[in-house]
T-cell receptor, first 115, second 108 residues
Framework: DSGVTQTPKHLITATGQRVTLRCSPRSGDLSVYWYQQSLDQGLQFLIQYYNGEERAKGNILERFSAQQFPDLHSELNLSSLELGDSALYFC??????????????FGSGTRLTVV | DAKTTQPNSMESNEEEPVHLPCNHSTISGTDYIHWYRQLPSQGPEYVIHGLTSNVNNRMASLAIAEDRKSSTLILHRATLRDAAVYYCILRGWGDMRFGAGTRLTVKP
């Protein structure tokens, strides 16, 4: 157990639907990062939050949004789902947001299947 | 972000040392070298990181070239559980971007 909790572990939904993925960071970590991993794209950085505020954006689609709540858990919202959104979604946390002398702790991921 | 180059795949025998290379010729002075690994069906796992000096921890050693343009992750005795994709990442001030990594196969 890495200390980063992601729920649900598996999710199957239909095209056009909306889902919410949840992440609880490791205790004491202020920063949360979301990544998408599909077979043909590898691990793609989506977005980062630090202590409730958006800090960095990567290859995140406009149909996707995220937020970090006062208790530091984060949610990734995916809407108007397409078949190509099927992927593993990982959350990571870090005690610091930008300092390169710190590493990330990853959760075990949510596997999203869009049918 | 500065780019890293890793072999697509490597093979190793169980209980032998493994040296995983990474080239990063465009590294900047403030970039840290991070290594992560991803076991099948799991999230990436931190292995080790360093700036200039060689680093050791319970999982592995990191050897950094004097000019910092390359580094090597050393697993001292590979086990079957070390079979994974290993990512070498240059991290500056900001988020972390993953490349394709090296898929390590460990043969019994």
């Amino acid at each position: 157990d890495s200390g980063v909790t992601q729920t649900p572990k598996h999710l199957i939904t239909a095209t056009g639907q909306r889902v919410t993925l949840r992440c609880s960071p490791r205790s004491g970590d202020l920063s949360v990062y979301w990544y998408q991993q599909s077979l043909d794209q590898g691990l793609q950085f989506l977005i980062q939050y630090y202590n409730g505020e958006e800090r960095a954006k990567g290859n995140i689609l406009e149909r996707f949004s995220a937020q970090q709540f006062p208790d530091l858990h984060s949610e990734l919202n995916l809407s108007s789902l397409e078949l190509g959104d099927s992927a593993l979604y990982f959350c990571a946390s870090s005690v610091e947001g930008q300092d390169p002398n710190y590493g990330y702790t990853f959760g075990s991921g949510t596997r999203l299947t869009v049918v | 972000d500065a780019k890293t180059t890793q072999p697509n795949s490597m093979e190793s025998n169980e209980e032998e040392p493994v040296h995983l290379p990474c080239n990063h010729s465009t590294i900047s002075g403030t970039d840290y070298i991070h290594w992560y690994r991803q076991l099948p069906s799991q999230g990436p796992e931190y292995v080790i990181h360093g700036l200039t000096s060689n680093v050791n921890n319970r999982m592995a050693s990191l050897a950094i070239a004097e000019d910092r343009k390359s580094s090597t992750l050393i697993l001292h005795r590979a086990t079957l559980r070390d079979a994974a994709v290993y990512y070498c990442i240059l991290r500056g001030w900001g988020d972390m971007r993953f490349g394709a990594g090296t898929r390590l196969t460990v043969k019994p």
